[in-house]
């Protein structure tokens, strides 16, 4: 009996590649079926890269406005209250604590 199915072993392990491959073909992670995940994870990326770039345009902003060449007083003070840790009479300040950095 095995003897008579040995010729036909190599076409029995074609079939299951084939079998594997076209299974994996369609469901696999980047198969044909998983099209609605990419473009949802696509969307998902396209918000956070405008997020960044909000951020990045508001960095890029502050530090325009901190060199010296043109130098914003409300920011420079701004920035020397949180430094420094000062306030004026009016600020209301909400105490936090910071974790401890190592040195």
């Known amino acids: 009996m095995i003897d008579r199915m040995r010729p036909y072993a190599p076409t029995g392990v074609i079939f299951l ?3 594997y491959f076209g299974v994996q073909a369609l469901t ?3 198969g044909l079926l998983s099209h609605g995940d990419r473009a949802e994870m696509l ?3 396209q918000v ?3 997020q960044l770039e909000d951020q990045r345009s508001d ?3 502050r530090v325009r406005y901190l060199r010296t060449d043109n130098l ?3 920011l420079l003070e ?3 209250r949180i430094v420094l840790g000062f306030a004026t009479p009016g600020d209301y300040l909400i105490p936090v604590e910071r974790p401890a950095t190592a040195s």
Request: hydrophobic content about 40%; overall charge negative.
């Open 78 to 80: 701004e920035r020397a």
């Open 72 to 74: 914003s007083r409300d």
């Open 43 to 45: 969307q998902q990326r």
């Open 17 to 19: 590649l084939i079998l």
């Open 59 to 61: 960095l890029e902003l």
């Open 48 to 50: 956070e890269l405008a």
């Open 28 to 30: 696999g992670e980047r």
